[in-house]
């Protein structure tokens, strides 16, 4: 569902937790040559992100004592989407049970219930669960983080002269799999076709009747469709959410790729911040670029979230997004990358290692090398 603001904390790793049940010997490793950084390198098919480790080979999970803002909620909104039906058909992944999976998450609950110090809640991780660590995008674990947020932005019901760009509700034709990939759009003999581009969605006006509300900034509305969820101010101040509907069906597209490959911005200006800046002094480039990620997400007004893929509320630093075609969904995890954190009126990468669920997926994020956090909303968090 995700993200504009797509760039690099640091290449590190994320961990599966799982209580253990019947031990398997580790497999074997095999590493290959270092070819570089390729994040979004894929898997053969049929193989999974995650692989067991000894427990000579944890993270010291004591940075999780003090980075523990929010976690309860995150656990029990991943208890939330496990108790339906449907996520039995999820599992297992790998020895991993759908059962499994739900009595590792109390046991988190209990771990953090019962810890009383850093140290005594690394011992009791390395006690009680399993760890599964990512192969990441070279077979040592290396993953790419970046970050997604819900954006505020000004926002109206009906369009005027100044609030003309549009969000808009999906097709009512619209056709999904049983996993809520978009197949394309039904016709009335029955067959199915693509769904729009975001170009032909904003040349055409196909979808017109469908808006949800209107933005005043057009790039402002791009962040909207490339985040999947918004808090919209209205003229009286109020609130107006949005969430996450489905999308068009296309793969993500970053177009802060191609404006560095174009020599438009340089990489140090690739930000959300230098993004915002180059459009609003090349607004006549916005056709050329913004049209070259095909896709388009489509919303519907829903408080109380942000939401996630798994239907239930995102928590920031306490959700991340995965590829679920090869992780495994609402499952409990520890992550070491670095994060920017503000200090002295300084944006400044520093360590940071949490636990966290994984509840989200994202247009960008289809590798074992790629994870999205959920950092928050507002400007501040946009910062």
């Not at 790419?144 to 009512?172: Q, V």
Request: net charge negative.
């Amino acid at each position: 569902m995700k993200a504009v603001a797509h760039f690099a904390f640091v290449a590190a790793m994320i961990a599966l937790l799982c209580c253990p049940s019947c031990k398997k010997p580790e497999p074997e490793i095999t590493l290959g040559p270092d070819q570089g950084p390729d994040y979004y390198r894929q898997l053969p098919p049929g193989e999974l992100a995650l692989r067991k480790i000894d427990p000579s080979r944890y993270p010291d999970f004591s940075s999780g004592y003090v980075n523990r803002d929010g976690i309860e909620e995150a656990i029990r909104n991943s208890l939330s989407y496990m108790s339906k039906p449907s996520s039995k058909e999820f599992f297992p992944y790998a020895d991993v049970t759908h059962d499994r999976a739900v009595a590792s998450l109390h046991a988190l609950l209990d771990v953090f219930d019962e810890a009383q110090s850093p140290e005594q809640l690394d011992a009791l991780i390395r006690q009680r669960f399993d760890v599964y660590q990512s192969v990441g995008c070279d077979d040592h674990g290396t993953v790419l983080f970046t970050g997604y947020y819900r954006p505020i932005f000004d926002a109206r019901l009906e369009p005027d002269a100044e609030f003309r760009y549009p969000l808009y509700a999906a097709p009512s034709n619209l056709v999904k799999d049983k996993d809520g990939k978009v197949l394309g759009m039904r016709t009335g003999a029955g067959s199915i076709i693509k769904c729009w581009t975001r170009a032909q969605i904003e040349e055409g006006a196909p979808l017109k009747g469908r808006e949800v509300c209107w933005l005043r900034d057009r790039f402002e509305a791009y962040i909207v469709t490339v985040q999947g969820s918004g808090k919209l101010r209205l003229e009286d101040g109020s609130f107006f959410e949005i969430g996450y509907a489905a999308n068009n069906g296309y793969e993500y597209s970053s177009i802060g790729q191609a404006l560095i490959n174009d020599g438009a911005i340089q990489p140090s200006d690739l930000s959300l911040q230098g993004l915002i800046r180059y459009f609003r002094e090349n607004p006549g480039q916005m056709d050329k670029y913004l049209r070259m990620n095909q896709r388009y997400v489509f919303f519907m007004p829903r408080s109380g979230g942000p939401w996630g893929s798994l239907n239930e509320p995102v928590t920031a630093y306490r959700s991340i997004a995965t590829d679920k075609a090869i992780y495994p969904r609402a499952c409990p995890a520890f992550f070491v990358t670095q994060l920017p954190t503000k200090l002295g009126g300084e944006i400044l990468s520093q360590p940071f290692s949490t636990f966290a669920l994984d509840q989200d997926t994202g247009g960008a994020i289809r590798a074992a090398g790629r994870c999205d956090i959920f950092m928050g909303t507002g400007d501040e968090v946009a910062e």
